[in-house]
């Protein structure tokens, strides 16, 4: 019987490398893919692929339905006649080691409106709508946006789109399907699978609510009745208010879900399988009236549960689905993750908290789960060691039975536990491949600016000694191609 045991590595599209600002389809995502099957990886776990939002955040996008045009391939689209050579060279990139997120903002769509006009059949793009009904919302919805001067949806009083504008928009979604198809066919045929990521929340003024009104708890005007959060607890005294509009789930009930099955069907044509981001509001949302401006006056409700999973079950049967359970997780939502079949997550820097039996201790974790390093919101692995405290780095030291010498080389002990434990899964993010510090981490929550930059260079993925991964996949049966 073959074993199903696997590991990946986690990086975003925009973390690759390459010339042109961040990451793309292009020439680095298929060197990337050959990279993780030379080491025996099996997975490519990615963060969501939705336009961001004015921060940068993958986790707040325009529209659940789209994707982001920048990770679209310039030299594809020149190769193609869409682009002249003088074009391609002027969005050639200053800094090769973050993503330039202003110039991106400022310029690119610029681009893809020149690449768009050259463009002389359409029947091809118009397909593509036509089977795609929500992605073709989303592309009026970016266009009418930017002809009521951005304002909130809510307070737009132009209602015919620019056609120029709605021509870029309609042309960078198809040109982004297309070329990722293309790479992710390519993955698939080298035996590795993609894993994307759901954030459970979508933004207010986003196409999915503009669209869909009915379907979020919102006033006659438009306007979050309640948003989206959690408690107070001992990292922040006011909770967190993150502000997206709640679902209205006794309608979508009553519809058996049909958006949310829109949604997985969409995802999972883009993906092998997903990552539900904070799953445990399927069981209980927190739930802060938008009068707020504090989390402390909220309060939890029953969410849709196994009504839920169980309407999506004929789209996600055989497909990864990861079940996000960290953070303050209650019997309910342990039977929640349980009943549905989904692994759950364990972190290993989560192990050594507070000194008690942890569940996210290595030696705890149970077959179906996937088992990480850290995840993009944590620090390095690297990074995590050397800002231990000295009582709690003696203890993890021990723990993974490294004998107190450069703290570099202990990222490998720790690595090596994880590939050996029972997890199903393991996923590494590059970094943690790379043996980087806290210098590199994608993402410090609650600090607004700076995050989601990181990138890759080609020669680094030098540094990486791929016939130790290699090794680690077979000796511990995690590689599927052997």
Request: aromatic share 14%; charged share 25%; proline share 5%.
């Amino acid at each position: 019987m073959e074993s199903k045991r696997r590991s990946g590595v986690l990086m975003h599209i925009s973390s690759l490398w390459g010339e042109y600002s961040e990451g793309s389809f292009g020439k680095s995502a298929y060197e990337w893919i050959d990279f993780l099957s030379e080491c025996g990886f099996s997975y490519w776990q990615t963060l969501p692929f939705g336009v961001p939002d004015e921060e940068n955040s993958p986790y707040r996008s325009y529209g659940s339905f789209s994707g982001n045009p920048f990770f679209i391939d310039l030299p594809m689209l020149y190769q193609a006649g869409f682009l002249t050579k003088e074009e391609l060279d002027s969005a050639r990139q200053t800094n090769p080691y973050v993503c330039e997120f202003e110039r991106l903002n400022k310029e690119r769509l610029e681009l893809l409106s020149k690449a768009a006009s050259r463009m002389a059949e359409t029947k091809s793009i118009d397909d593509f709508m036509e089977t795609h009904p929500e992605t073709k919302k989303f592309c009026e919805f970016m266009a009418l946006k930017e002809a009521n001067k951005n304002l909130p949806w809510n307070e737009w009083t132009v209602t015919e789109p620019d056609e120029k504008t709605l021509k870029t928009w309609r042309f960078a979604e198809y040109m982004f399907f297309t070329q990722w198809a293309e790479a992710k066919k390519y993955a698939n045929s080298k035996g590795i699978s993609i894993i994307g990521d759901i954030p459970i929340y979508v933004a207010w003024d986003s196409s999915d609510v503009w669209s869909s009104p009915e379907s979020f708890q919102l006033d006659g005007k438009g306007n979050p009745e309640s948003v989206a959060g959690v408690p107070p607890d001992y990292f922040s005294e006011d909770g967190q208010m993150w502000g997206n509009p709640l679902y209205n789930w006794k309608l979508m009930k009553e519809n058996d879900f049909d958006w949310w099955k829109r949604r997985m069907s969409f995802m999972l044509e883009l993906f092998d399988g997903v990552r539900i981001d904070h799953f445990r509001g399927f069981e209980s949302y927190f739930s802060i009236p938008a009068s707020e401006t504090t989390a402390k006056n909220g309060k939890w409700i029953k969410g849709p549960g196994m009504s839920l999973i169980k309407a999506l079950k004929p789209i996600c049967d055989g497909k990864l689905i990861i079940a996000e359970d960290l953070g303050d997780i209650t019997p309910a939502v342990e039977k929640l993750v349980k009943d549905s079949g989904y692994p759950g997550m364990r972190v290993l820097q989560f192990g050594f908290i507070d000194g008690s039996n942890s569940t996210h201790l290595v030696h705890n974790y149970i077959e179906n789960c996937v088992a990480y390093t850290g995840t993009h919101d944590n620090n390095t692995l690297l990074g995590y060691a050397w800002e231990l405290d000295e009582g709690t780095k003696r203890r993890v030291f021990d723990y993974f039975g490294y004998p107190y010498g450069n703290i570099d080389d202990s990222c490998d002990y720790m690595i090596r536990a994880l590939f050996a434990s029972h997890a199903q899964t393991v996923i590494l993010p590059v970094q943690d491949l790379l043996r980087y510090g806290a210098d590199t981490r994608m993402n410090k929550p609650g600090v607004a600016e700076g995050n989601w930059s990181y990138r890759v260079k080609r020669e680094q993925l030098d540094e990486i000694d791929r016939g130790k991964y290699r090794f680690w996949n077979d000796i511990y049966f995690r590689n599927s191609k052997e």
